[in-house]
């Protein structure tokens, strides 16, 4: 099997992969996941049967990190109180900041959907093959995705 | 316009921005030009190395001859390449392993002793080699290359002879063609019967360049 050089992905993907991960779990866990993304790829890598899409390859394994410190922090989490009311006329300027903060809200597979397909502006093929599913499916988690961050944020906010 | 293309516009906008004092994480820069994320990939390599991931390290180093492109298996120097090789880097991929990365501390010993070699204060190489990329007479005709000092010449038929075989200059002329580590394995100091250059990986300029660092060439 004829596989580029390792670091050829990390010289295309890595400002991508960092991207992806900030975007999807936050700065601090974004960059943990980072490393364990490429450890884990480079341990894979040799055992490759082809070297098609290594870019969707490379960005499962992140997806499956993204899948991991879902499950850490949904067992971390603790009950908290109702969010307390915020008043109507900070709701019309909430932040970009706050807008990543409910994408990181959302489920593993809806995250990874929404951030692949309009943060790194992937086709809906690649979508699909990063999360290990069809490409209708890919979209129905773009979609919900969507619909999910619309119902969570204020209406003034997205529209 | 749609609820939904404003929320699409947003979320591009948002994701577009740059993390938020990435560039400055843990206070520190020991390479002013490398980016945030070339801090991590490099961290991460280190983690890699640490679990045995890296089959093949390689590092840039920049020398009076040009840069040389150097790559070492755990078990020594396997290649060295002149100029920046993208093209060697995916020949070790083939050849040896695709886990090929950029770990220069691993050839932190060839480099200093490179540095030495370049400013006059070294005649021989100390580190330990990977002969994998070579086979057969091409590895017998590069050993007894390594036996050729600092400073002198000999000719393609005198490695002929030397190695058992006087007949096989063109052979000899081979090997020296595909040496994988030139400069530490010296077959530069290879010239054509008579005391014409011959010919040179690196180009000629380079072989002069360094037979006359080495004071085996006046003028």
């Given at each position: 099997?004829?596989?580029?050089?390792?670091?050829?992905?990390?010289?295309?993907?890595?400002?991508?992969?960092?991207?992806?991960?900030?975007?999807?779990?936050?700065?601090?866990?974004?960059?943990?996941?980072?490393?364990?993304?490429?450890?884990?790829?480079?341990?894979?890598?040799?055992?490759?049967?082809?070297?098609?899409?290594?870019?969707?390859?490379?960005?499962?394994?992140?997806?499956?990190?993204?899948?991991?410190?879902?499950?850490?922090?949904?067992?971390?989490?603790?009950?908290?109180?109702?969010?307390?009311?915020?008043?109507?006329?900070?709701?019309?300027?909430?932040?970009?900041?706050?807008?990543?903060?409910?994408?990181?809200?959302?489920?593993?597979?809806?995250?990874?959907?929404?951030?692949?397909?309009?943060?790194?502006?992937?086709?809906?093929?690649?979508?699909?093959?990063?999360?290990?599913?069809?490409?209708?499916?890919?979209?129905?988690?773009?979609?919900?995705?969507?619909?999910?961050?619309?119902?969570?944020?204020?209406?003034?906010?997205?529209? | 316009?749609?609820?939904?293309?404003?929320?699409?516009?947003?979320?591009?906008?948002?994701?577009?921005?740059?993390?938020?004092?990435?560039?400055?994480?843990?206070?520190?820069?020991?390479?002013?030009?490398?980016?945030?994320?070339?801090?991590?990939?490099?961290?991460?390599?280190?983690?890699?190395?640490?679990?045995?991931l890296v089959d093949v390290a390689w590092a840039a180093e920049d020398t009076p001859i040009g840069t040389l492109t150097l790559a070492a298996t755990r078990d020594g120097l396997v290649r060295i390449g002149f100029g920046h090789d993208d093209d060697m880097l995916t020949e070790l991929a083939t050849r040896v392993s695709p886990r090929v990365v950029h770990l220069p501390a691993r050839?932190?010993?060839?480099?200093?002793?490179?540095?030495?070699?370049?400013?006059?204060?070294?005649?021989?190489?100390?580190?330990?080699?990977?002969?994998?990329?070579?086979?057969?007479?091409?590895?017998?005709?590069?050993?007894?290359?390594?036996?050729?000092?600092?400073?002198?010449?000999?000719?393609?038929?005198?490695?002929?002879?030397?190695?058992?075989?006087?007949?096989?200059?063109?052979?000899?002329?081979?090997?020296?063609?595909?040496?994988?580590?030139?400069?530490?394995?010296?077959?530069?100091?290879?010239?054509?019967?008579?005391?014409?250059?011959?010919?040179?990986?690196?180009?000629?300029?380079?072989?002069?360049?360094?037979?006359?660092?080495?004071?085996?060439?006046?003028?």
């Amino acid at each position: 099997m004829r596989l580029p050089p390792f670091q050829t992905l990390l010289d295309e993907h890595a400002a991508d992969l960092h991207r992806f991960l900030v975007a999807s779990v936050g700065l601090h866990d974004g960059d943990d996941c980072f490393q364990e993304t490429v450890v884990a790829a480079l341990r894979a890598y040799p055992g490759l049967r082809h070297g098609d899409n290594l870019r969707g390859w490379l960005f499962t394994i992140a997806h499956h990190k993204v899948v991991d410190q879902a499950r850490r922090t949904t067992r971390q989490a603790l009950p908290v109180a109702e969010p307390p009311e915020v008043p109507a006329v900070d709701r019309h300027r909430l932040a970009d900041a706050d807008l990543m903060h409910a994408v990181r809200a959302l489920p593993p597979k809806q995250r990874t959907a929404v951030v692949q397909r309009y943060l790194l502006d992937r086709p809906y093929a690649e979508v699909a093959a990063v999360i290990g599913c069809s490409e209708d499916a890919a979209r129905q988690n773009v979609r919900a995705g969507l619909q999910r961050l619309r119902q969570e944020l204020p209406q003034e906010v997205t529209s | 316009m749609s609820t939904t293309d404003d929320l699409v516009t947003r979320l591009r906008r948002a994701g577009a921005l740059p993390p938020p004092g990435g560039a400055t994480m843990n206070g520190s820069a020991p390479d002013p030009g490398a980016t945030h994320v070339d801090r991590l990939v490099a961290a991460a390599v280190a983690r890699a190395d640490a679990d045995d991931l890296v089959d093949v390290a390689w590092a840039a180093e920049d020398t009076p001859i040009g840069t040389l492109t150097l790559a070492a298996t755990r078990d020594g120097l396997v290649r060295i390449g002149f100029g920046h090789d993208d093209d060697m880097l995916t020949e070790l991929a083939t050849r040896v392993s695709p886990r090929v990365v950029h770990l220069p501390a691993r050839l932190d010993d060839l480099r200093r002793q490179l540095d030495e070699y370049f400013a006059g204060r070294r005649t021989h190489f100390e580190v330990p080699l990977d002969r994998r990329l070579s086979r057969g007479y091409r590895l017998v005709v590069l050993e007894e290359l390594g036996r050729v000092p600092y400073g002198e010449t000999v000719s393609y038929k005198d490695l002929a002879v030397r190695t058992g075989h006087p007949t096989a200059s063109r052979a000899v002329g081979t090997a020296m063609a595909t040496n994988p580590i030139p400069i530490v394995v010296p077959c530069h100091r290879v010239l054509r019967t008579g005391g014409s250059l011959g010919g040179y990986g690196g180009g000629l300029d380079t072989k002069v360049w360094l037979l006359r660092h080495e004071g085996a060439l006046l003028g």
